[in-house]
């Protein structure tokens, strides 16, 4: 969701990234990871210019900046965002092939331990499981 930028802090090379109601309508738009846009547009500007995903037209709003590969071989320059909103209207809320992710990132100086048990104990009660299932 728009969200996600809040907990990932994304920096932008140009543009931006989804907005709220961009985010709940599902609308075509997309945020490419900065080797993505240079191997799709070089040197030319990709803001506002259309690349074609799911067989869908998306119109480009941002390109993140050069991050380099992580500790772990992780990095957003491979990476494209869209709205979760476009996937579900294209594929349902319950297909197979989506695997559902949610991303927590508590505030600064809470309690990690604490702030684990209060989440696993949220998941348990909206599962219906007891604290040793």
């Known amino acids: 969701s728009h969200e996600f930028i809040e907990i990932q802090g994304l920096e932008f090379e140009k543009g931006r990234f989804y907005n709220e109601s961009e985010s709940n309508s599902g609308a075509p738009v997309i945020v490419l990871g900065f080797d993505i846009a240079k191997s799709l547009f070089g040197e030319s500007e990709p803001i506002g210019k259309n690349i074609r995903l799911y ?56 309690d990690m331990d604490a702030f684990k048990a209060e989440l696993a104990q949220k998941l348990r009660n909206y599962r219906g499981m007891k604290i040793d299932e």
């Open 55 to 110: 067989g869908q037209r998306f119109t480009v709003i941002g390109m993140l900046k050069k991050q380099g590969e992580g500790m772990f071989g992780d990095s957003n320059d491979t990476s494209a965002f869209i709205p979760v909103n476009f996937l579900r209207r294209l594929y349902g809320d319950n297909n197979d092939a989506l695997t559902p992710v949610i991303l927590v990132k508590p505030d600064k100086g809470v």
